[in-house]
């Protein structure tokens, strides 16, 4: 007489295990999937994050040389008004002393004067250029930032998403995920602005 119901318990036991690799082999496929789209948009928002800073110092550089030329125009600016300066005051000794000054030193000194004008007309041409440039590399830091943001959360993302796959944890994944569509918005963002 047998004593309970006789059930092949191994068949079972290998059903039982195949289910479970066949759910967990599905899990680590979406793990994967998921994670390699992470990885894509990590690479292409690195890229652009370093394409931005190359090109704001690039921007940066060329402001610091246009400060240097205006600078230079600055200097040769106040070069021109201690000519007109010292003109005045040789036009102004003959006079102190009841004679005409000789019409050169007047005629130096308005030349003097004109050069001054274009000279600052040139100098302030050279800051309005360097202050263009700076304020584009400022624009491009700004992009820089959120491109680094966001590949620093699609690193948090896959980091995460390789944690899911280790422990087959679903929870973790979607936290992966929700990781990576914040760096998703950064990233968008950033290459709309």
């Known amino acids: ?65 246009l400060q240097a030329e205006a600078s230079d125009q600055w200097a040769y600016y106040q070069a021109k008004g201690i000519k007109a300066a010292v003109q005045d005051a040789a036009r102004t000794s003959w006079l102190a ?14 030349k003097y004067g004109e050069e001054q004008a274009e000279i600052q007309k040139a100098a302030r ?22 491109f680094a943001d966001s590949v620093a959360l699609f690193q948090v993302a896959i980091a995460l998403g390789a944690i899911s796959a280790l422990t087959r944890n679903r929870l973790v994944w979607l936290a992966s995920m929700g990781v990576g569509l914040i760096g998703t918005v950064y990233f968008a963002w950033s290459l709309l602005r």
């Open 125 to 146: 041409e050279k800051e309005a250029e360097r202050d263009r440039k700076s304020e584009e590399a400022d624009h491009l830091m700004h992009r820089h930032h959120g």
């Open 1 to 65: 007489m047998p004593e309970g119901p006789e059930v092949e318990t191994e068949k079972l036991h290998e059903a039982i295990h195949e289910e479970l690799e066949h759910e967990g082999g599905r899990l680590l496929r979406w793990i994967a999937l998921t994670t390699a789209v992470l990885a894509a948009l990590a690479a292409i928002a690195s890229l652009e994050a370093g394409g931005t800073v190359n090109e704001a110092l690039v921007l940066k550089t060329e402001s610091a040389r």
């Open 97 to 110: 002393i009841g004679h005409d000054a000789p019409p050169s030193y007047e005629e130096k000194s308005r």
